[in-house]
């Protein structure tokens, strides 16, 4: 027998295509596509589609916020991620301003190495700090970190003269920024006039970040990566404002992309209003809009105006959400997503025939993997590491608490029901996840080197 693994009888899609056929998985990679194989070990998938592994490329596991962090750590965030069908991740370094870039990548990989079940990368964050140690660049990217986080809000907000020179930095290493698109100065003030007029309650959240303002930020580091001739990439886009400013300036050959988020798609402004601790929990930023720019990102996905879907998943207990109760500026940000993102995105979207299931694949998994940089994963081709899924299209599931596997007790999707989801998670030739059941490990996961 050639092969160690034949995945038999599926419809393999891909983001270009559909098609039947079987695949030969040898060691850790796809070997073969063809007709009839035989391997050591088979799995039948008649009546199931097969996808890539699905790819999300904006996480914050074990994210520490203040005094507390984000409540799924590498071990408990990537096998829920599994479950739902991903297979590859890429989280977050934030240096602290006494350490280099480097040292501060190697101690997040110390954290994640011995805890992630599936493959995985990191974003390197530029903050304030980071805009004197610019020259470290080179070195990071050479280490595997080819794309910069940088921030238009927060503690980590970027003035425009530090963007401009950070987008210069990046560009001359050949990286990739990501950046999350918010006016700062705006906000900043309408939270402290909300909060002198005694409006400390969660529904003042969305209407202190006004979709208005979003758009300004993103239509600003556009024109700045524009400005030096940088890539872009915009993280979790909320509304109309951006996605317009996105179409507008890849209509004119300007290399920007852009991500939304499932809480942008399945919530809307109002879940915000509900009582008590109810409205802290989905708080997040930029905030969850009204039902007409959830219709419109819908819309943008369909028509291939918004590029990608990851999750941003950082999930916090209802505890620590509460603590914000009193003043809503206080609440930690952040909802859980990370492993009903790819199913979901099935159902919702290609179900009631919103987009194809080769635009779900290339949404999910395609573009994504190319965007971070990504060369062997994302596809189901000869080559590339067999990162799989066999995925039921008629499988029901109901989102809760108790049906999810992330740490945390609470999901903004409780009640959603779900038509299909995984029932084979494959990564790097191994069954990880099968009919409900983990079989991976901490640890098998591998930080992965990516590179443009
Ligand atoms: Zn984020």
């Not at 959830?294 to 505890?319: K, M, Y």
């Not at 940089?373 to 608490?401: H, M, N, T, Y």
Request: aromatic letters at 8%; glycine letters at 10%.
């Amino acid at each position: 027998m050639k092969y160690d693994l034949v995945i038999k009888n599926g419809t393999i899609v891909t983001a270009g295509q559909s098609y039947s056929a079987d695949i030969g998985v040898i060691g850790e990679q796809i070997a073969v596509i063809d007709q009839n194989l035989h391997g050591r070990a088979e799995i039948d998938a008649q009546g199931k589609l097969v996808t890539p592994g699905a790819v999300d490329i904006h996480v914050h596991m074990e994210m520490p916020i203040g005094e507390i962090v984000s409540s799924d750590d590498f071990f408990t965030g990537t096998r829920a991620a599994s479950y739902g069908g991903t297979t590859a991740i890429v989280d977050f370094v934030e240096p602290d301003p006494d350490e280099s870039m480097l040292e501060a990548l190697t101690n997040r990989r110390a954290i994640a190495d011995p805890k992630v079940t599936i493959d995985y990368g990191l974003h390197m964050t530029i903050g304030p700090v980071e805009i004197d140690k610019l020259d470290q660049l080179p070195e990071v990217y050479e280490a595997g970190c080819p794309s910069f986080k940088l921030y238009m809000a927060y503690g980590f907000c970027l003035s425009d003269d530090e963007l401009m020179v950070a987008m210069e930095a990046i560009r001359d290493v050949n990286g990739l920024p990501v950046i999350h698109t918010e006016n700062w100065a705006v906000i900043t003030a309408l939270i402290d006039r909300s909060l002198s007029k005694g409006r400390v309650s969660p529904s003042w959240h969305p209407r202190c970040r006004p979709a208005v303002m979003e758009g300004e930020a993103a239509g600003r580091a556009i024109d700045i990566a524009t400005l030096v001739g940088s890539r872009l990439h915009i993280f979790h886009i909320t509304c109309e404002d951006v996605v317009d400013r996105l179409s507008a300036a890849r209509g004119k050959g300007i290399p920007v992309t852009g991500e939304t988020c499932p809480q942008y798609l399945f919530l809307t402004q109002d879940i915000y209003d509900r009582p008590s601790v109810e409205g802290a929990l989905p708080v997040c930023s930029p905030p969850i809009r009204g039902k007409k720019s959830q219709e419109a990102l819908w819309r943008a996905l369909g028509q291939g105006n918004l590029q990608i879907v990851s999750t941003d998943h950082c999930p916090f207990t209802r505890a620590e959400k509460a603590t914000g109760l009193g003043d809503f500026s206080k609440i930690p940000g952040g909802v859980p997503s990370i492993e009903m993102r790819f199913p979901a995105l099935y159902s919702s979207g290609v179900v009631p025939e919103r987009i194809t299931p080769n635009q779900w694949v290339d949404i999910c998994c395609t573009t994504p993997a190319r965007i971070a940089g990504f060369d062997r994963k994302g596809d189901i081709a000869i080559g590339f590491d067999a990162d799989i899924v066999i995925f039921d299209p008629d499988q029901r599931v109901v989102l809760s608490e108790e049906t999810l596997h992330e740490e945390v007790d609470w999901t903004p999707y409780d009640g959603l029901m779900i038509q299909g989801w995984p029932q084979v998670t494959i990564s790097r030739g191994e069954v990880i996840v099968e009919d409900g059941v983990f079989y991976g490990r901490a640890g098998r996961g591998q930080f992965v080197s990516r590179h443009f």
